[in-house]
């Protein structure tokens, strides 16, 4: 009987080696140096574009203020006796367009870069290693007879075993870049109201007397004269005119109840009185807004008693 084994040289004997180890970390510098130029060439593109929109905005305001306009410099109203409405003049003159619009001057507000990226590296080892195995046993006889004649036995065996090892080594990274821009513009832009002038009667209020009233030494009321001229333009009175009154904190009433329009001096007179009741009320003095009021001529004022 005979024994044969085969084996690979080495077989069994170490463990499998890669040829390295999965590393991006020199993708990632590569990426890094290409986001450095990415933001070099932005912020060079960023302060480009602001020189042109300056340029752009100085040119604009040179021809703002060489360029004259016909502007309402200006309105008058003329009203009649009765506070009517009775004619409208417009004034012009030529003004520099800058004088009411201003130039837009646009600017880079906010400027945001975010990288992004990937990168992957893959290191692997296949390495396959066999053993073989083989056996035989035989036996023989020979000779002459009837019962022993010529005759062989033979039997063999054999096996074979492979075994495969596969390493691998891997390295990845993501990453994104992003990047947003905001341009504004300065806008003010407007016309100014042309100057208003009003021509037509004068509707003055003027503040008169205050009075206290006692009952049995006790404050009661407190009363304030308050006379009304209505007068033209040239100061002329104007007589026989019915006033709308309005009052905010107290009520009034006209002085002489049989007097309720204008006299020959273009006056009328009028009372506002304050009551005090209570066992304890406030007397202290008080701001009363008086407003009056002849077609669209009016005035305001406030009187304290």
Known sequence: MSTTALLPVG???????????????????????????????????????????????AAMAST??????????VQESIYDDDGNLDQAKTFTRKLPLINFIDPV??????????????????????????????????LGNAGYGIIFGVGYIHSSNSSTTTNSDVDTSSDASFGHIRASALLQPKRDIGVPAPRQVVRGPSLNIVAGEIKDILT????????????????????????????SIDTEGAPWSFTDPAVDTTDAQGQVAITLRRDFIGNAPDTSVKDVIVTARLGLVSNSTTLTF
Not at 28 to 49: C, E, H, P, W
């Open 105 to 138: 001057f646009y600017e880079w507000t906010a400027v945001r870069l975010q990288g992004q990226f990937y990168a992957r590296e893959l290191v692997t080892s296949n390495e396959s290693a066999g053993s073989a195995f083989k056996s035989s046993d035989g």
């Open 216 to 243: 049995n030494n006790v404050l009661t009321a407190r009363t304030m004269s308050a006379l009304l001229e209505l007068r033209k333009q040239d100061g002329t009175p104007i007589a026989d005119k019915s006033i």
């Open 11 to 57: 077989a069994g004997t170490k463990a499998l080696a890669l040829p390295g180890t999965a590393d991006v970390s020199d993708e990632l510098k590569r990426a890094g140096m290409s986001f450095g130029k990415l933001i070099q060439n932005t912020g060079q593109a960023v302060a480009d574009t602001q020189l042109k929109l300056n340029q752009t905005g």
């Open 64 to 73: 703002l203020a060489t360029t004259q306009v016909d502007v309402i410099a």
